[in-house]
């Protein structure tokens, strides 16, 4: 098992020196991530490096996430801003993705005009853009009514949907609908029977070599459970996919990029485009940290890019910060 | 069935600080006592119950009222959260920070409810029977 993890990371991970270097000119400006053997490292901020370099990948698109347009309170009283950051630093990247997704609370309370603010900043970008719900997009008094008629068109159940591009089949989960209280187990998010029915039918007859995108908002691995960050029924989804050779997930919710290895699967959250939270565990509760100085807010923020090699497998990952 | 939820517009929130002494005051007449177990009891209809939102957890984490009383939540975290409760008996909007949520319960029984945004959040009210009158 070991080896065939090895083996699938290496596509993943480019450790090479010219590799590496080839991610570090791509990346631009921020802290990059790679995988190497399986355990995630930072290999350190970088500045100003030439685009010139830029590696061709046949398909590269962008992860942003929880831009909670409306929130008003420290440590970031205008994400509007930071989400401008974020997109032009999308604007300016040498190789331009084919296309953005968004992995929830786009909106911090579920008002048509944080949506309205939240588009009017991400169009800029000139991109199509695929959004899943977070937990906050779904807050209004209607259960969600109001995002999945704003976002929900051209969806499956409450939202879902998958799409292919470039060989690539992406699939959006929702896991801001159901959950599991916690009153006797685990508070934890979850999918939800209907929705795993029309996974397994959306997978069944794939070829296994076609890499898989798996996005959801709440993290599809028990990260805390103290904090409710997981996703009780994720292990059903991942069932399905069991076959498949490379399968990467991309989550939100827990602002923080935090990575995990599991045979075929590779799990990513993402650094939110407002605020950061605390790593698990060490806060009394996962709020924001408001603590954090307005001098360093743009260390804790980011996107991630996501560059797909045909033939290579899994894709590489490189998160990037808003420091300027 | 009784529901209110009240919005506090955040330019408000200097106000409010100004306000607090006399909110303060408000408050410790108000107030359940505490047992210690960190349960509450409301004892009479007439006095306004409170559940207070902060870091993620509801305080008291179980409230006993008897049956017409109001019980008020307050959100003063950070972070929004929404009251729903097992049964769909009760369910508030989203409550921003400030913002607060009232139902009154008018027959006895016990409420646990959630935070339907954080479901790992759990309370729950205890619906005594109202006392007949003497």
């Known amino acids: 098992m070991a080896d065939r993890d090895e083996k699938e990371l290496s596509g993943a991970a480019n450790i090479n020196r010219r590799g590496l270097l080839k991610c570090m000119t791509w990346a631009g400006t921020g802290v990059v991530w790679t995988l190497s053997g399986g355990v995630p490292r930072t290999l350190g901020l970088i500045g100003g490096a030439a685009a010139a370099e830029a590696p061709q990948g046949e398909l590269t698109f962008v992860q942003i996430s929880d831009s909670h347009i409306g929130f008003h309170l420290p440590p970031n009283p205008d994400p509007r801003a930071t989400l401008t950051e974020a997109i032009d630093k999308i604007k300016g990247m040498p190789t331009q993705p084919a296309f953005l997704i968004h992995t929830g609370d786009i909106s911090h309370l579920s008002k048509e005009e944080e949506w309205d603010v939240a588009d009017q900043v991400i169009k800029s970008a000139n991109k199509q853009v695929f959004y899943i719900p977070g937990e906050h997009d779904v807050a209004d008094a209607e259960n969600g009514k109001a995002y999945l008629a704003r976002y929900g068109k051209n969806t499956n159940g409450k939202g879902w949907y998958s799409f292919d591009m470039a060989g690539v089949h992406f699939i959006g989960l929702i896991n801001v609908f159901e959950f599991q209280p916690g009153f006797k187990s685990a508070g934890l998010a979850k999918i939800g029977d209907e929705q795993l029915e029309w996974l397994e039918k959306d997978v069944a007859g794939r070829s296994a070599s076609a890499p898989i995108v798996l996005m959801a908002h709440l993290p599809l691995w028990t990260i805390y459970e103290q904090w409710g960050w997981g996703t009780a029924d994720a292990g059903r989804a991942l069932g399905y996919l069991k076959r498949f050779g490379s399968v990467t997930v991309l989550n939100g919710h827990i602002h923080q990029v935090i990575q995990k290895v599991e045979g075929n699967v590779t799990f990513h959250t993402a650094a939110s485009t407002a605020f950061p939270q605390p790593a698990p565990g060490t806060a009394p509760a996962p709020g924001p940290m408001k603590e954090v100085p307005a001098g360093e807010l743009h260390k804790y923020l980011g996107i991630r890019t996501v560059n797909y090699v045909r033939g290579k497998g899994a894709p590489a990952l490189i998160d990037s910060t808003l420091v300027a | ?134």
């Open chain 2, 1 to 134: 069935m009784l529901t209110t939820i009240s919005s506090a517009p955040h330019r408000r929130r200097i106000g409010m600080v100004f306000g607090a002494v006399g909110l303060t005051a408000l408050l410790v007449a108000a107030l359940p006592e505490l047992t210690a177990a960190g349960e509450a009891v409301v004892a009479a209809a007439a006095t306004p119950a409170s559940v207070k939102i902060d870091n993620f957890t509801f305080a008291p984490a179980t409230l006993t009222v008897t049956a017409g009383t109001t019980v008020t939540w307050k959100n003063e975290d950070d972070s929004p959260h929404r009251i729903g409760d097992k049964n769909g008996t009760f369910k508030s909007a989203a409550l921003d920070t400030d913002d607060t949520f009232s139902h009154t319960f008018a027959g006895p029984g016990e409420y646990p409810y959630i935070c339907t945004i954080h479901p790992y959040m759990v309370g729950k009210i205890i619906v005594k029977p109202a006392k007949p009158a003497s």
